[in-house]
């Protein structure tokens, strides 16, 4: 069982559009991560939200958490094919490891 | 080096056979973790160094599966026994983070090694 639960599992949308990809779990996380993963390359970190109902803008990327900090979602505006990934989120309890989700695939059609 | 390495980054094996998963971290960073990712599930914490010590090897499937640290560098992951579950992409990440829970702490990521158990 997932501590992490990311919707939808897969999301194919053509260039131009927007997408929202959710994240949520029934535990409190004192952050959360975004990372994206491209294929045979590790997770880069995106963004790190830290208090509940933070919303943080990467140019066309915008990051929300939660009020209770259990729920994030992460919102792409005119989606291009180079946002083609795996993302995944991360909650960080307080101990030493990330709670990584399964993660969403991207694919934008150009 | 200038990020993560890990090597070797495919390798197939027998079952039954021994395997040994190397990561070299960005120098300076303290702190090292192991994950385990398989098709369609999220990334599984395996193991957790500071420094050369693992205060946390909760992760870990089984007793066929050991890491150590030397120098507060270079890992070593090592299965035993490899089993068919064993395949999977197995990753490394290092952080600057000196203990502390890792509530802001930026991770890492090398590109992983693909290990195939036939």
């Known amino acids: 069982t997932q501590l992490l639960e990311q919707s939808p599992q897969f999301l194919s949308i053509q260039e131009g559009e927007n997408l929202t990809v959710y994240c949520n779990s029934s535990?409190?996380?004192?952050?959360l991560q975004w990372y994206r993963q491209e294929p045979g390359e590790g997770p880069v970190l995106l963004v790190t939200v830290v208090t509940g109902g933070e919303v943080k803008k990467l140019k066309r990327l915008t990051f929300q958490f939660g009020d209770a900090r259990k729920d994030s979602s992460l919102h792409i505006t005119a989606a291009q094919p180079g946002d083609t990934g795996l993302y995944l989120c991360?909650?960080?309890?307080?101990?030493?490891?990330?709670?990584f989700g399964a993660g969403t695939t991207v694919t934008v059609r150009a | 080096g200038a990020g993560v390495s890990q090597s070797p980054s495919n390798k197939v094996t027998e079952k039954g056979k021994d395997v040994e998963l190397r990561c070299d971290p960005i120098s300076g960073h303290t702190a090292l973790y192991w994950y385990r990712q398989s098709l369609g599930q999220g990334l599984e914490f395996l193991i957790y160094f500071q420094g050369n010590s693992a205060p946390d090897k909760s992760g870990l499937p089984s007793d066929r599966f050991s890491a150590e640290r030397t120098g507060g560098s270079v890992s070593t992951l090592t299965i035993q026994r490899t089993q068919q579950e064993d395949s999977a992409v197995y990753l490394c990440a290092s952080s600057s983070s000196t203990g502390r829970p890792p509530s802001s702490e930026k991770l890492f990521f090398g590109s992983g090694t693909q290990l195939s158990v036939l």
């Open positions: 991360a909650g960080a309890s307080n101990d030493y490891k990330l709670s």
């Open positions: 535990s409190v996380f004192s952050s």
